[in-house]
């Protein structure tokens, strides 16, 4: 038994016996009707019959359900920056964080469609908690994060995942996605937890924590929405935090969160692909020697390089101006598209309750905000 069993993805010797357990699931069949809404549910179920690896499925079935999802609730995915990728090269990728499965599954429909390494994926485990959701993540390469741990095992699943994150950049060759923190980015500001960071560097050995993070060849991901199609749904845990109450989540609220991610309208995404962190960590190495405030210093850089890069898209410009009272970037949007982006507004929340309205208007404007703080400390 392998000291990652709990955590890892299937071997592809186990992928054919393992979709055999999902084929008839209801779940399935659902994915597989807006997948391939023409095609003959017994045609699809003699296909699984060849699937005999993560590859197989990834490409006869993953990237169509993605393509569809885009064709269905965007207008296009736009990228930028992984041509200075090499194909060849497993790469670390650290991502803001807006959306459960979305994030990954664009993603590596870019590296997919590139001829880039595919990832492995960090996804928490109380995400998927029923059969068939823990099934299909692991048969789409998702490794589990262990929530909900008392202190000592949750420092004994740190270890274990970073070993397993050094093992699959290491000796499986294989790229690796993590999100910049715990959970989604709820209010729109993208930063990256010390405590992912600290996780990373607890498998770096006898090498510095510098040396062994170039290593890991980091590449820092910005992915942006137009829309975010969860925003109504991140309104109330923004809001128990504006009260000051602690918020406990419904009984199906992921799912729910899952669904209305692939689903709901995004209008156009663009993910960019910063450059991999080199000399950055160099110059840390000799500025800073105290290991929390290295990893303080590299978390800046992350957020500094997602955040500048963070595509605009003209809600940011429209949200921001709405919260602020000013027309200060009307140049950077059209009356049409503020339109719409006031009638979302007045049907996804109660636009005559103040606290509701500055909430999601700040959820959307703060990249913009963020974006501005960036520039000016670069002056």
Do not use: C
């Not at 890892?8 to 055999?20: I, M, P, S, T, W």
């Not at 609730?73 to 670390?92: Q, R, V």
């Not at 949200?319 to 140049?331: E, Q, V, W």
């Amino acid at each position: 038994m392998s000291k990652f069993d709990e955590i890892r993805y299937f071997y592809d010797h186990e992928v054919n016996e393992a979709l055999g357990s999902i084929a008839r699931d209801p779940m399935m069949k659902a994915l597989m009707n807006f997948t391939f809404p023409d095609t003959d549910e017994q045609v699809w179920l003699e296909q699984f019959k060849n699937v005999h690896s993560i590859s197989d499925f990834q490409h006869q079935f993953v990237a169509f359900a993605v393509r569809q999802i885009l064709a269905k609730s965007s207008d296009g995915l736009t990228t930028s920056g992984f041509d200075k990728l090499d194909k060849n090269t497993p790469y670390l990728f650290i991502s803001n964080h807006r959306d459960i499965v979305l994030d990954t599954s664009l993603l590596n429909l870019v590296l997919l469609e590139g001829g880039y390494i595919m990832t492995a994926s960090a996804i928490g485990d109380n995400l998927v908690r029923k059969k068939f959701l823990n099934v299909l993540a692991k048969l789409n390469r998702n490794f589990l994060v262990q929530r909900g741990l008392p202190l000592r095992e949750q420092l004994t699943s740190s270890q274990t995942m970073s070993e397993y994150i050094r093992e699959q950049l290491y000796n499986e060759k294989r790229s690796v996605w993590i999100a910049q923190r715990e959970g989604r980015t709820k209010d729109g500001n993208d930063s990256t937890q010390q405590g992912v960071l600290k996780m990373l560097a607890m498998a770096a050995g006898d090498l510095s924590l510098t040396d062994y993070f170039k290593t890991l060849k980091i590449v820092p991901i910005s992915i942006s929405y137009e829309y975010d199609p969860t925003d109504s749904l991140k309104m109330p845990q923004l809001l128990a935090r504006h009260r000051d109450e602690e918020y406990i989540k419904g009984k199906n609220e992921d799912f729910t969160n899952i669904l209305s991610g692939i689903l709901g309208q995004k209008k156009r995404i663009h993910i960019h692909a910063g450059d991999i962190l080199d000399t950055e960590l160099d110059e840390i190495a000799v500025t800073i020697d105290n290991k929390n405030k290295q990893l303080q210093a590299i978390a800046q850089v992350i957020d500094r390089s997602i955040i500048s890069h963070y595509k605009l898209w003209p809600t940011k410009y429209i949200a921001y101006d709405l919260l602020h009272n000013t027309n200060k970037y009307t140049s950077e949007y059209t009356e049409q598209e503020k339109q719409l982006f006031i009638r979302r507004l007045e049907m996804r929340i109660d636009p005559s309750d103040p606290v509701s309205r500055k909430y999601f208007l700040a959820m959307y404007a703060n990249p913009l905000v963020n974006k501005l703080k960036v520039d000016n400390n670069r002056q």
